[in-house]
């Protein structure tokens, strides 16, 4: 085995690269993540990375093409599976698609003198997505593609006909971020922040299963859940799942979708996951025989890579601190001895394998024989006359049918029984399981003026379920799991399209008392179907996902929310402001007014300023004042003058909340659940569209949105849960869950710390129970752990230093050692650092380490089975 990371592969300045991809023909390989102003997807030489001699040899060249297409960051790229096309997704909401041209070589555009040898060229962009896209995967086919994205759903794009969509598949709640083919291509599984594994049959678009038992725990996110299926299907692994406490990669079984088998290890969340594409095989010692298995890779935010053989028990390979900082994706060369991982530090990383350590793979004939021992005969066909797939029927009696009838229709036989590209009207959007339910075959479609479409469904009645449809089939002996053989049949429902309103019978669902109370709810209307009594929910459909409101009352602390025709005044600091809306009506209409007093008894403004909308929400600081208009803009004054201090900043809906910083900092969370953040200071983008619709899965509303003292979104619940968003991690963090039970059994911890403090009063509605005595160690040592991790979000020196004295002597009493000597480790700071890395801070939150480490010691001192411990680290605190 050999290591190597080439310098020479790098994204301008070591910016990150979140993806890379091999060529199916092994010999070149494609990366993406930032550039220079946008993304960048750049095609590298693998044989400079693998030879030394190619590598110092001027006439090969290193890189093929830079691509510099993309407006935001680069989030994934990833070849078709024959090598023809490219297809990269990004922060812009779009999927490319890359094809080759032969007009050689040419200068890349602002490359200082760089060339591209070859030439890469934009034949399609996909632009349906409302979110940032995190994931791509092509079907074993090449006919399909899909997208995963931030707006919560997945598209099924038809290759051939782009930007023809097969399906949408919306149950998801939270980001997706990770889709994966079954590779025989009958189930497409997906992944999302919402602690779901959802696995779909392509042949209907149904949901086959969905996995969330070994998610529930997993508080923490990741930048991207990359999740793979073994090559001969029969496993799927996913990322980030926990147990008993510690990051695992789950072992989903294809046989009942169980769950008892998971990849341990890794010290922080597995964000990647990636099978080597080959069944490789050994012989077996004193035996003629040869042994079958599978090879995955395995990257974490530990910044390890492991590498596992599906016949050991342990990894074949760990490489600790491979990078420095989190593993984001891994990629396998079609001969299976080369795996390329990236990372958000920027570099890439090869590993070498060579077939005595990683085995021998089987030879297309053998891996096809096993496939009809596994699954049925694979049909060589070409769908549609334009792309030959290699698809497999997993019913013997099926395909014993089929070859009974093939001489006299074959292809109309093919047609019926495969999963093919769908016209445009028979795109699917799936939003929930479809159970066992027939519809009448019509429904009503109407187009809203704003282009929305809006469906009336109708009556819906149980479907009866023959037995011959239920009944699964089992297959040959050699194979344990059995599948469904039965075919849905294509849907019949027609949709009758409208461009006028359809008059509905409404019945207004009551209102809470918080929902009373708030200017910006909305009732939720249910529609009176026929026949008389059936209700159910309204379906929305749109372009982007959730258009009604889920923000239904706020509490705001540092903003007034204004009805019109009202008049507010507001004190900020030693000002006075008065708002006043509906004022000066005019045969141009109404104004609304902004008024500032110097001091709170004047009674003549310093100065005034008008707007053409209606005031919703205000916001100030001492430089700002900020308000947000009916007409969806933001609009910033500074508070001396009343001058503009930025032109108006246009967002996509009603503004519900808003607040700023003394730093200038300002936070906008709008009623469909977007947060917007900006230094308008310095006019810089912090946060865009971030959506707090992931943070509902129990139904809370938010109670409250503010910033912390680090200048971070803060959003509490009326749950009682509390979350950070995380700029570093790019994700939402976890503060304070009442609903936790790790948190409800270290409740009584928290009865003496003071309420006043951020994170204790984020976390008071937490629940006491008696006293952790009785608990197992493990689960105090979990809560206090977190409560480290959550205050040093909130810069709450306080509260770290007083959770870090706990944790250390619990640890004291309880053990385990490993865990007291890491954080003696990270304060002796750089005295236990390797030399070649960069000295680490000698403060945390402002607390010197070597204090907290005295004051650690002093306790451990006192502790007589520790005196050793105390030795050793006197010791080096003297050296």
């Avoid at 779901?196 to 949901?207: E, G, I, K, N, P």
């Amino acid at each position: 085995m050999r290591l190597l990371k080439p310098t020479w592969v790098t994204h301008e300045d070591n910016k990150p690269i979140f993806s890379v991809d091999i060529h199916p023909k092994g010999d070149r390989f494609v990366t993406g993540g930032q550039g220079g102003q946008g993304g960048r997807v750049v095609i590298w030489n693998l044989a400079p990375v693998l030879s030394e001699i190619d590598e110092l040899n001027p006439k090969v060249p290193k890189m093929l093409c830079q691509m510099d297409n993309h407006l935001s960051c680069v989030n994934v790229v990833r070849w078709s599976c024959e090598g023809h096309l490219l297809a990269s997704g990004g922060d812009d909401k779009l999927v490319m698609i890359w094809k080759l041209t032969g007009e050689g070589s040419s200068s890349v555009f602002g490359g200082g003198g760089k060339m591209n040898v070859e030439s890469w060229k934009c034949v399609t962009t996909l632009n349906s997505h409302s979110g940032d896209v995190l994931d791509l995967a092509w079907a074993p086919h090449d006919g399909w593609l899909a997208s995963g994205s931030v707006d919560n759903t997945v598209i099924i794009w038809n290759v051939q006909k782009l930007p023809e969509k097969v399906a949408v598949l919306k149950s998801h709640t939270g980001l997706v971020k990770g889709v994966a083919w079954d590779p025989i291509g009958k189930y497409l599984a997906s992944q999302s922040d919402d602690r779901s594994l959802r696995v779909w049959r392509t042949a209907d678009w149904t949901q086959q299963e969905v996995v969330t038992d070994c998610f529930v725990d997993c508080s923490a996110t990741t930048h991207v859940l990359r999740l793979s299926w073994s090559p001969d299907g029969q496993y799927l692994v996913s990322a980030h799942a926990m147990n008993g406490g510690g990051p695992t990669a789950q072992i989903i079984e294809r046989d009942g979708w169980k769950q008892d088998k998971d990849f341990v290890g890794h010290r922080k969340a597995v964000t990647c996951v990636r099978f080597n594409s080959n069944i490789l095989k050994k012989l077996l010692p004193s035996s003629p025989k040869t042994q079958q298995y599978c090879c995955c890779a395995i990257g974490s935010r530990d910044r390890s890579l492991s590498v596992w053989l599906t016949s050991l028990k342990r990894p074949l390979v760990v490489i600790k601190d491979l990078f420095d900082d989190s593993v984001l994706d891994i990629s396998w060369s079609s001969n299976g001895m080369n795996l390329l991982a990236c990372s958000w530090d920027g570099t890439i990383a090869c590993v070498e394998f060579g077939l005595q350590e990683i085995g021998h793979p089987l030879s297309t004939d053998e891996k096809n024989a096993l496939y009809e021992r596994m699954y049925g005969k694979s049909l060589q066909r070409n769908w549609n006359q334009s792309f030959t797939g290699s698809q497999i029927i997993e019913n013997p009696e099926l395909l014993q049918t089929m070859e009974e009838i093939n001489d006299k229709n074959i292809k109309s036989s093919v047609k019926e029984e495969m999963p093919k590209p769908a016209a445009a009207s028979e795109i699917k959007e799936v939003s929930k399981p479809v159970g066992a339910l027939v519809s009448a075959n019509k429904q009503i479609e109407t187009r809203l003026p704003s282009g929305k479409r809006r469906i009336t469904p109708m009556f819906l009645t149980p479907a009866p379920v023959s037995a011959k449809d239920s009944a699964e089939v089992p297959l040959i002996n050699e194979v344990n799991t059995s599948f469904s053989s039965s075919s849905p049949s294509k849907s019949k429902i027609i949709v009758e399209t409208r461009k006028e309103s359809v008059p509905v019978k409404i019945s207004p669902q009551p209102l809470s008392q918080a929902s009373k109370n708030s200017e910006t709810t909305r009732s939720t209307s249910l529609v009176t179907l026929q026949p008389p009594g059936v209700q159910m929910n309204q379906l929305m459909c749109s372009d982007v996902p959730g258009d009604q409101p889920i923000v239904h009352f706020i509490r705001m602390l540092e903003s007034v929310k204004l009805p019109s025709g009202a008049t507010v005044t507001k004190k900020s600091g030693p000002i006075k402001m008065q708002i006043t809306n509906g004022c000066n009506v005019t045969s141009k209409g109404s104004f609304a007014k902004i008024e500032v007093f110097k001091k709170p008894d004047d009674s003549q403004p310093v100065w005034e300023t008008f707007l053409g909308s209606t005031i919703r929400c205000v916001a100030a600081n001492r430089k700002l004042i900020i308000v947000c208009c009916d007409d969806m803009t933001i609009n910033c004054f500074l508070v001396k003058s009343g001058a503009r201090a930025l032109p108006s900043i246009l967002i996509e809906d009603l503004a519900v909340c808003i607040c700023i910083s003394e730093c200038s900092c300002c936070l906008v969370l709008t009623r469909t659940g977007l947060i917007h953040m900006w230094d308008l200071e310095n006019e810089k983008s912090i946060l865009n569209r971030i959506s707090v619709r992931s943070l509902l899965s129990n139904k809370g509303s938010v109670s409250s949105c503010t910033l912390t003292d680090a200048n971070l979104p803060l959003i509490t619940l009326t749950d009682g849960r509390a979350y950070s968003y995380s700029l570093n991690l790019q994700t939402w963090v976890l503060l304070s869950n009442p609903l936790d039970p790790v948190s409800k059994a270290g409740g009584s911890l928290s009865k003496s710390v003071s309420t006043t403090l951020p994170l204790a009063s984020l976390q008071k509605s937490i629940p006491v129970h008696g006293t952790t005595d009785t608990l197992p160690s493990g689960v105090t040592l979990s809560f206090l752990e977190s409560q480290i991790c959550a205050s040093t979000l909130l810069r709450s020196s306080a509260e770290f230093k007083h959770w870090l004295l706990t944790t250390v002597n619990h640890l004291l009493e309880k053990g385990p050692e490993c865990r007291l000597r890491s954080i003696l480790d990270e304060l002796m700071g750089p005295r236990c650092t390797k030399s070649n890395k960069t000295p680490k801070s000698d403060l945390i939150l402002g607390l010197s380490k070597d204090e907290l480490l005295k004051e650690i010691l002093k306790v451990i001192k006192t502790k007589l089975p520790w005196q050793r411990l105390y030795k050793e680290y006197n010791e080096q605190m003297c050296d």
